[in-house]
Nanobody, 128 residues
Framework: QVHVIESGGGLVQPGGSLRLSCAAS????????MGWFRQEPGKEREFVAA????????DTADSVKGRFTISKERSKNTAELQMNSLKPEDAAVYYCAAKGLEGYSEYVTSRAYEYDAWGQGTQVTVSS
């Protein structure tokens, strides 16, 4: 069973920065593609960014492109989401997800249903 844990949420003023971290672990030595999603109350979960197991391929939602950066170390099943120039509309619960891969596929996906495991979520609040 794959486990995912996020950390790093909190309160930040508009224009500020936050860094979210995520760690995935499984019963065997697995490679994971990882992604970040967010959800506001009463709304559907929204794709934010995703990254391949090696960190070489990424995909980022247009709404955060140029402000958010996803990164991952090839040798670790951890992913970071650096969020800069935060806006009030970025406030949400942010979820990390992991997708187990066969071998060394550079697969990246923005589709939530393709992920195998999800973290419990971390709250990001953007307010003055």
């Amino acid at each position: 069973q794959v486990h995912v844990i996020e950390s790093g949420g909190g309160l930040v003023q508009p224009g500020g920065s936050l860094r979210l971290s995520c760690a995935a672990s499984g019963p065997t030595s697995s490679n994971f593609a990882m992604g970040w999603f967010r959800q506001e109350p009463g709304k559907e979960r929204e794709f934010v960014a995703a990254i391949s197991w090696s960190g070489r391929k990424t995909d980022t939602a247009d709404s955060v492109k140029g402000r958010f950066t996803i990164s991952k170390e090839r040798s670790k099943n951890t992913a970071e989401l650096q969020m800069n120039s935060l806006k009030p509309e970025d406030a949400a619960v942010y979820y990390c997800a992991a997708k187990g891969l066969e071998g060394y596929s550079e697969y990246v996906t923005s589709r939530a249903y393709e992920y195998d495991a999800w973290g419990q979520g971390t709250q990001v609040t953007v307010s003055s």
